[in-house]
């Protein structure tokens, strides 16, 4: 799968390699997935995600928040999360009912708001960590959850 990403999404996954090291989680969550797109900062997920008024600063906070502060550096491998591992598939399946031959960070957004809307958390709570994360930045998610398709016609819309 990891084949079809843009290189921008692929920087999305090395980004938040570093963001869950830099936080001494032990595992990729969907959070940190959330602070690799706003970080990468020039794809289609960064943009809507600035315009809804998330930053890197106030989401890390909300990040720790979530899932705790780490005590140590992890060494070695870095795993995803089950939820983080879904978000990623979820991606693949948006860029599939779009029909495009690529996933791009936009397609990962959309598979991060896709997941964390699915049901029952790993930790037992309804929302993932990246869907916490924006929400407590007061965005509504069904909302942000067009802006995607909405953007890219805008590119695609005929210049007159």
């Known amino acids: 799968m990891f084949e079809k990403f843009t290189n921008r999404a692929r920087r999305v996954v090395i980004l938040a390699q570093e963001e869950t090291r830099a936080l001494n989680h032990s595992r990729i969550g969907t959070e940190h997935v959330l602070l690799g797109l706003i970080r990468e900062g020039e794809g289609i997920g960064a943009q809507i995600l600035g315009s809804v008024g998330v930053t890197l600063e106030s989401a890390r906070r909300q ?4 899932v705790g502060p ?3 550096a992890p060494a070695g ?20 009912q779009r029909g495009v031959d690529y996933i791009g960070t936009e397609h990962l957004l959309l598979g991060l ?9 790993e930790s037992g709570e309804g929302e993932s960590g990246a869907v916490r994360v ?20 805008r590119y695609q819309a005929p210049r007159g």
């Not at 999360?81 to 599939?96: D, F, H, I, T």
């Not at 708001?113 to 958390?121: D, H, K, P, W």
């Open 134 to 153: 924006l929400t407590g930045h007061g965005a509504d998610v069904a909302r942000v959850r067009q802006l995607p398709d909405e953007l890219i016609a």
């Open 63 to 66: 990040a720790v928040e979530i």
């Open 113 to 121: 708001l896709r997941e964390g809307e699915s049901g029952e958390g």
């Open 77 to 96: 491998h870095l795993p995803f999360s089950p939820r983080a591992n879904q978000a990623l598939l979820g991606s693949y399946e948006e860029a599939v």
């Open 70 to 72: 780490g005590q140590t």
